[in-house]
């Protein structure tokens, strides 16, 4: 999982299987996004879902969010090698900026 | 069509030179940002402007200084570079603070 203080995650999954990668924040927010970063690319908005949304879904992309644990997950389904790439998460507590997460990197094995 | 553009892509230079790094948005968006990722990949907010005023300046020297001539361009520029600036810096937009944001490709500065 993400946090302010741990070190990244990675997840080896074969193509096809379903990755899943969580995210803890310790302070209130107004919405929480997922990026994408590919790599020596730039980071690529996935989603983002706001303090009084429990899930939200974008094609392949699940992703739920509980502010009573401070915690959001993201799941992404039917893999696929161009999913190989490192999720960061981002919290936005409401002071005109967002605090990412160190990231997690996946990589689908073909 | 590239939204977030930034210049130039690699920069390699020695300890002591100044550079500058050229950040350029065509999507519109009032607010802009400078960001520094290092080696383990974690993103560091620098500074944030909106309409060309600084909002957000976190704890980085003063050698480091973002200019925003007007919304669609955040520059930034370094002096005396030291080893420990050598990372990725990004530049990044969102039409208000809070909200997705937009990324460049990235400037990779390696400073020797």
């Known amino acids: 999982s993400q946090q302010g203080e741990e070190d990244p995650q990675a997840l080896s999954i074969q193509e096809g299987e379903n990755a899943t990668m969580n995210c803890s924040y310790k302070?209130?927010?107004?919405?929480l996004q997922w990026y994408r970063q590919n790599s020596g690319r730039g980071l690529v908005h996935l989603i983002l879902?706001?303090?009084?949304?429990r899930e939200k879904h974008s094609g392949r992309l699940r992703v739920t969010l509980d502010t009573s644990k401070k915690s959001s997950s993201l799941l992404i389904t039917a893999s696929r090698a161009a999913d190989t790439a490192s999720y960061f998460c981002?919290?936005?507590?409401?002071?005109?900026?967002?605090?990412f997460g160190k990231g997690n990197q996946v990589v689908v094995i073909p | 069509d590239t939204a977030v553009s930034q210049t130039p892509k690699y920069l390699v230079t020695q300890m002591g030179n100044d550079k500058s790094i050229k950040c350029e948005q065509n999507?519109?968006?009032?607010?802009m940002y400078w960001y520094k990722q290092d080696s383990k990949k974690f993103l560091k907010i620098m500074f944030s402007?909106?309409?060309?005023?600084?909002?957000i300046n976190e704890t980085v020297p003063n050698r480091f200084s973002p200019k925003s001539p007007d919304k669609a361009h955040l520059n930034l520029h370094i002096n005396s570079l030291e080893l420990g600036d050598s990372a990725v810096y990004f530049c990044?937009?969102?039409?208000?603070?809070?909200?997705?944001?937009?990324f460049g490709p990235g400037t990779r500065l390696t400073v020797t």
């Open positions: 402007y909106n309409n060309k005023e600084l909002i």
């Open positions: 990044a937009s969102s039409q208000i603070g809070g909200r997705e944001q937009y």
């Open positions: 999507l519109g968006h009032d607010t």
């Open positions: 302070t209130s927010i107004n919405n």
């Open positions: 879902i706001r303090s009084n949304e």
């Open positions: 981002a919290t936005a507590p409401g002071n005109n900026r967002l605090a």
